[in-house]
């Protein structure tokens, strides 16, 4: 596998120096969010949100995690709306976990209430599944087979 280098050797939410990436994603509800995430993957709670708007944020193991209810356009985001997906079989985008061990996680998982659309399958040089969050978006784990290397 190849190594890449970088000049920050650090990662912290939110950021001291340099930057750190995080994936927000539109909720019902924050606290239910925050809680499927800390209870299925073993992510830690850093913040729950607030009244004014602030997100929750959630560490998962090398990243951030930031949940938040919907709403209308900001003077920093004019024209876009923030919404749960209407449709949970329609998205356009996907959190995408790998894993050492996909059969143990996905035993671990559903025994920690993770809904699996499917069990794990054979697919494109991986074993890969699906996990529907509580707002119906879609986690994909998957497990590298021996022999591939991506880089």
């Known amino acids: 596998m190849t190594q890449v280098q970088v000049e920050q050797q650090s990662f912290q939410m939110p950021p001291q120096e340099g930057f750190t990436v995080a994936y927000f994603l539109t909720v019902a509800d924050i606290d239910r969010s925050a809680r499927f995430y800390e209870t299925v993957f073993g992510g830690r709670i850093l913040s729950r949100g607030d009244e004014k708007g602030a997100p929750g944020y ?57 809904h699996f659309i499917t069990e794990p399958k054979d697919k494109y040089g991986e074993i890969r599944c699906y996990i529907r969050d509580p707002d119906g978006y879609i986690i994909e784990v998957g497990q590298s087979k021996p022999g591939v290397l991506y880089g």
């Open 58 to 114: 959630i560490q998962i193991a090398n990243m951030w995690l930031l949940v938040n209810v919907g709403g209308g356009p900001t003077p920093d985001k004019p024209s876009v709306t923030l919404s749960v997906p209407p449709d949970p079989d329609s998205l356009s985008s996907f959190m995408n976990i790998r894993v050492a061990d996909i059969q143990a996680c996905y035993e671990l998982w559903r025994s920690r209430g993770a």
